[in-house]
């Protein structure tokens, strides 16, 4: 047993030492704090933002800001111990590279192969998912567009401004989500002057909904803060990457939380009655138009239906930016072929996997029900978190290395990666079957990967 649990430790140290030695030795390290914080956001404030608030009011009613400071709570303890394996692993392919340094290639090709599709997945849902916002644009200006065709036009733009390199990925999103973000800061402070505004709609419906129900409205919110760890997998090309990768996290969190609460509550104190139900029955899909358009009237809607469209985009564009370093990442390993570890000599951008993230993401389009599929990547992302968590308490009682190397350490350490992994497990229960199918999906696929090629 004490031979075993040496032998354990030893190539959990051989591991931590490949990894440093991996880290960056590709890309250029170009993104500094602000960076970070501005991709992470972006990556959270699309859908999660701008769709997600009338179906969470559909299950829970006006409370729902109560809902998304919930989650924001059980995702906290993801981001500490991802803030802590990033310090010590500032590697790109984030989660992925923690989970094989920790547990091994064949769990590193589960989690590679799963977290890949899911960014995929949603970053198709962000594409489709502006659907509503154009349509009221569209109505707005008078003209006529194929939307699928604008999904594929966007798709095509963002693909390559990936290649072109993150430096243009950042200037693109950062006008994008400060204006945005401006606009919204505005609408809310004049709802907050107006005296129709019933601040205690929010206030009550949030304390009087079932405990059931808020935490089934939780399960459903979490995935809006998926997005904050999503940096960690561009590890490799952030300048001093043990503090600005925890940091940046964090406070994009932080950011994050504040956002979410703030505008739900605003937005459901703003506008009476069960506004989230349209006259046909179905769920209001353009809830920020809705909000501002109640507050300002059409005109500053419709510029606000544009920004969604706009950040929407956005959105998708730091999801290809991810998942395209986890098959870099594996490709790095021997897990994949050695062809999507070559990086273009003139942009220092990993090109074929961002292609062929790409290339999936069209397929995916056109071909699946995304909304649906999106869901069920929804509980993998889930485990993930769990399997964080369950990564610090693996590394701090096993590896002395790992205490020495990273540079920042999460708090209240177990407690807090326990909180993780028992909220996160209850979250799966609440979400049924359809967590368990697409953690079933990654697995097999994974595992096919892995034997197939990987292990070879």
């Not at 030893?10 to 591991?15: A, E, F, P, R, T």
Request: with cysteine; charged share 10%; hydrophobic share 55%.
């Amino acid at each position: 047993m004490i031979v075993m649990k040496k032998e354990i430790t030893s190539n959990l140290i051989k591991n931590l030492t490949k990894t440093h030695q991996n880290v960056s030795d590709k890309f250029k390290h170009t993104i500094s704090l602000s960076g970070v914080i501005i991709i992470s956001l972006s990556s959270m404030l699309g859908s999660g933002l701008f769709v997600m608030p009338t179906f969470a009011a559909d299950i829970m009613g006006p409370g729902i800001w109560l809902a998304f400071l919930i989650a924001a709570s059980i995702v906290l303890p993801g981001a500490l111990s991802k803030a802590e394996l990033s310090s010590s692993m500032p590697s790109s392919g984030g989660s992925y590279v923690y989970l094989e340094r920790t547990y091994g290639p064949l769990v590193g090709t589960i989690s590679g192969i799963g977290l890949w599709a899911s960014f995929m997945l949603k970053a198709s849902f962000a594409l489709i998912g502006f659907s509503a916002y154009m349509y009221t644009v569209t109505t707005y200006f008078d003209i006529e567009l194929n939307m699928m065709l604008v999904s594929f036009g966007a798709l095509i733009l963002i693909t390559i401004i990936n290649i072109y390199g993150i430096k243009k990925v950042k200037a693109i999103q950062t006008p994008i989500l400060i204006v945005t973000l401006g606009l919204l800061f505005i609408m809310c402070v004049v709802a907050l002057l107006d005296s129709s505004t019933d601040l205690s709609k929010p206030w009550n419906g949030a304390f009087s909904a079932d405990p059931l129900t808020i935490a089934e409205t939780s399960a459903f919110v979490f995935v809006a803060y998926a997005g904050v760890t999503k940096v960690a997998a561009i590890g490799g090309e952030v300048k001093q990457p043990e503090r600005n990768l925890p940091y940046g996290m964090l406070l994009s969190l932080l950011i994050a939380t504040v956002l979410y609460c703030v505008i739900t509550f605003m937005m459901m104190a703003t506008i009476p009655g069960e506004w989230w139900i349209s006259a046909d029955g179905s769920v209001v899909e353009d809830p920020i138009y809705v909000f501002v358009d109640a507050v300002a009237g059409s005109k500053v809607g419709a510029i606000a239906a544009v920004l969604a469209v706009l950040t929407m985009i956005s959105m998708a564009l730091a999801a290809i930016l991810a998942a395209s370093r986890f098959l870099f990442a594996m490709a790095r390993d021997n897990l994949l072929p050695q062809s999507l570890e070559d990086v273009n000599a003139k942009y220092e951008t990993p090109h074929w996997p961002i292609i062929l993230t790409g290339i999936a993401m069209a397929l995916a389009i056109y071909f699946l029900p995304v909304k649906d599929v999106a869901k069920l990547a929804s509980g993998f992302k889930i485990m993930i978190f769990m399997a964080i968590n369950s990564c610090i308490i693996v590394l701090r009682r096993t590896d002395n290395e790992h205490d020495l190397v990273a540079k920042y350490k999460s708090p209240m350490y177990p407690y807090i990666q326990l909180w993780g992994i028992f909220a996160g497990l209850g979250l799966i229960i609440i979400m049924g079957e359809k967590a368990f199918i697409g953690a079933g999906a990654a697995l097999v696929v994974g595992v096919l990967t892995y034997f197939s090629y990987g292990n070879k």
